[in-house]
């Protein structure tokens, strides 16, 4: 099962910040959060991940909770080709080998 | 460099019928896997293997056989195609391990009969 929740859904003015949120109480203290998107129909693209210190790359910011309980993806200055399902996931360790689990996520529309 | 790519892109079987889906990468990743997507659903793994000879299941593999004979392909058959099985086929590879990011092909959208 997904350990993560997330919202739906989500709107966000175009060149507004987007901030997606992500609960992930029950993770593992050496467990990776991970952000993916889905555009329309095509397939996944990786976006960030991080353990517990906050990262950012050309893409987005990750803020992740001291307590590691909860993350926030920020995408500083939405544009419409940022409408998409937005996935947040913990890497599961629990099995033989580590795997990541897709929930439904967030659906992000952003409007002029 | 193509990345992932994923054969065919459509699919309509009648029950019963088997076909595979091939998958195929050029970037020498050793992580390859298999996910389904139905209507209004996040991602569920059916497959997956970690190099050359070794496979494993995921969360729903039943239906479902895999092989990974080169480190370049790892194509999913269907033996006996039933309507639940009607969804999005991705598959995606990665360098090592589920640590590093994953590459997702294009899909194939399969409709069962």
């Known amino acids: 099962d997904a350990k993560t929740t997330q919202p739906p859904s989500m709107d966000c003015a175009e060149g507004r910040a987007a901030n997606l949120p992500c609960n992930h109480s029950?993770?593992?203290?050496?467990?990776?959060v991970y952000w993916y998107r889905q555009i329309h129909s095509q397939g996944p693209q990786y976006i960030i991940h991080g353990l517990k210190n906050n990262e950012t790359n050309e893409m987005a910011s990750l803020i992740i909770t001291e307590d590691r309980k909860s993350s926030t993806l920020i995408l500083p200055h939405a544009t419409l080709r940022d409408t998409a399902v937005y996935y947040c996931?913990?890497?599961?360790?629990?099995?033989?080998?580590?795997?990541?689990?897709f929930g439904t996520g967030t659906r992000l529309q952003v409007t002029l | 460099n193509a990345g992932v790519t994923q054969t065919p892109k459509f699919q309509v079987l009648k029950t019963g019928q088997s076909m595979t889906l091939q998958c195929a990468q050029d970037m020498n990743h050793e992580y390859m896997s298999w996910y389904r997507q139905d209507p209004g659903m996040g991602l569920r793994l059916i497959h997956y293997s970690v190099g050359a000879g070794i496979t494993d299941q995921g969360e729903v593999p039943n239906g479902y056989n895999v092989s990974r004979s080169t480190t370049e392909d790892f194509p999913l058959r269907l033996l006996s195609a039933a309507p639940s099985q009607t969804s999005v086929y991705f598959c995606?590879?990665?360098?090592?391990?589920?640590?590093?990011?994953?590459?997702f092909g294009p899909g194939t959208r399969l409709t069962v009969l």
């Open positions: 029950t993770i593992s203290g050496n467990e990776y």
């Open positions: 996931i913990a890497e599961d360790n629990t099995g033989t080998a580590s795997k990541l689990t």
């Open positions: 995606a590879s990665g360098w090592r391990g589920w640590s590093d990011t994953q590459y």
